[in-house]
């Protein structure tokens, strides 16, 4: 995909596997699902994909989110994200920024492998919020801890929204996580925004009040997703997340009174 001067490319690593009704819910409702059948396979689950966007711009080779990880608990499969780096011609000593939207496991998965940083030359950027609640605080979790801790003085910490490379903005949006973190590529006049999980079923364009069961503060996290959802509705602007359909981006539109995503 090019956003004016940058391009912006889905890069795969694996699957997961959820039954949806039990990770995206309707307050007061049994199984939402029932209207939305055609986005979940007929035994109920939902097939979530895993893996990250690589954005050139500039002089500039920045991969957002990692992936799973070569890693394979029978629900999450990963591994395939660097053989999708190479297939765009791209090697881990050419990456030179790795930024998390959020720091939850299958989103970090190649920020190291056997405790060694799998970008080399990259800085590894993270908002603090998110690496205090998953790697330093009181709700630490160890896995979180033992992955990105090998990062060292690779690793740079972020508190406000900045720039981070020409045309790729962070946005601090606070909800499915404290650190959660929008990434927007804009140029020419067109502008991109890679959601992390904001969303993680199109569904959730259409039907403002799903709660996601990952969500820290399920309030926030809806304000922020339908405040961006909102904004774009009816706009050239793009959004995608790694867990939609084919990573594929796509728009809001809105024209009908009912919001819905439409992949482009």
Known sequence: MKIGDIEVLAIADGVGTEVAAEILTRPGVDDPW?????????DGSLDLPLGGFLVRTGERTVLVDAGVG???????????????????????????????????????????????PVFPRAT?????????????????????????????????????????????DALHVPGHTPGTTVFVASSGGRRALLLGD????????????????????PAAASAARNRIADEAADTEDLLVAAHFPGMRFGRVLAADGNRRFVAV
């Open 34 to 42: 029932s209207c939305h059948e055609h986005h979940r396979r007929p």
């Open 70 to 116: 070569p890693f394979d608990d029978g629900r999450y499969r990963g591994g395939g994200l660097l053989d999708s780096l190479v297939a765009h011609g791209v090697t881990p000593e050419e990456v030179t920024d790795v930024v998390f939207t959020h720091l939850h496991f299958d989103h970090i998965g190649w920020a190291t492998v056997e405790g060694k």
């Open 124 to 168: 590894y950027r993270a908002h603090e919020a998110d690496w205090e609640h998953f790697v330093t605080g009181a709700t630490a979790v160890p896995e979180a801890s033992a992955k990105l801790t090998p990062l060292g003085d690779q690793l740079a910490l972020f508190e406000a929204d900045f720039t981070v490379a020409p045309g790729l």
């Open 198 to 217: 904001v969303a993680h079923s199109v569904v959730q364009f259409g039907e403002r009040d799903w709660q996601v069961v990952w969500d820290v503060d």
